[in-house]
């Protein structure tokens, strides 16, 4: 996309990034253009995560075929809580959405 292209959406970068005094022409290009791009690619990455993340039932299955954690006790800490990294690392779920996971649809696996 051309610097022309993007300035037609000048209006609605403003209001998302109020701070950044960017998009700038490539031969002005600075350190907010920086920060306004790696800022875009973050929240379409998160927004993308919203709708790639696997439901619980999906979830559950996935576990319950591949068996990762056979080598801890059922029901033990250390099984809980390699399965809470597991979920966190994998599938981008934080420490709390993890945990509600396991003490709901999961609790005959963790």
Not at 58 to 72: A, C, D, H, K, P
Not at 88 to 99: N, W, Y
């Amino acid at each position: 996309m051309h610097y022309k292209e993007i300035m037609q959406f000048q209006g609605q970068i403003e209001a998302a990034y109020p701070k950044l005094n960017a998009p700038n022409s490539i031969d002005n290009i600075g350190f907010d253009d920086f920060l306004l791009f790696t800022r875009a690619v973050k929240n379409t990455a998160e927004n993308m995560m919203k709708f790639c993340t696997p439901k619980n039932s999906e979830l559950y299955s996935y576990y319950q075929r591949l068996n990762l954690f056979r080598q801890y006790q059922s029901g033990s800490t250390r099984r809980k809580n390699a399965m809470v990294g597991d979920l966190k690392q994998r599938f981008g779920l934080s420490t709390v959405e993890a945990e509600n996971l396991l003490n709901s649809d999961f609790a005959s696996l963790a």
